[in-house]
């Protein structure tokens, strides 16, 4: 058994990375702004408005935004912004 660990040591194991699926935080955030599109409501202002407040009259219970969107921490959804945001302005590494 020694020769076979000795044998996997002096070997590279190729480690292949997928692509990250969309997460949670991120399917959430585009139902809700989806929702409130589609009801006439300037989206950046409502969620920006539920971020700030805790308020969640600020997001539509059309298709079921409101409850989605208080699954989530608020500053979870901040984290999820800031990080699409640096992704899409090529400031990641």
């Not at 660990?5 to 959430?28: A, D, H, S």
């Not at 219970?61 to 302005?89: P, T």
Request: proline fraction near 4%.
């Amino acid at each position: 058994m020694e020769d076979r660990t000795k044998n996997n040591l002096e070997n590279t194991q190729f480690f292949r990375v997928q692509p990250e699926p969309v997460n949670g935080v991120q399917k959430i955030l585009s139902v809700v702004y989806e929702a409130l599109s589609e009801k006439g409501y300037d989206p950046v202002s409502q969620i920006v408005g539920y971020i700030m407040s805790g308020d969640p009259t600020y997001v539509t219970n059309y298709k079921g935004a409101r409850s989605l969107i208080m699954k989530v921490e608020r500053d979870e959804l901040v984290e999820e912004i800031m990080r699409s945001y640096i992704q899409c302005h090529n400031w990641s590494e």
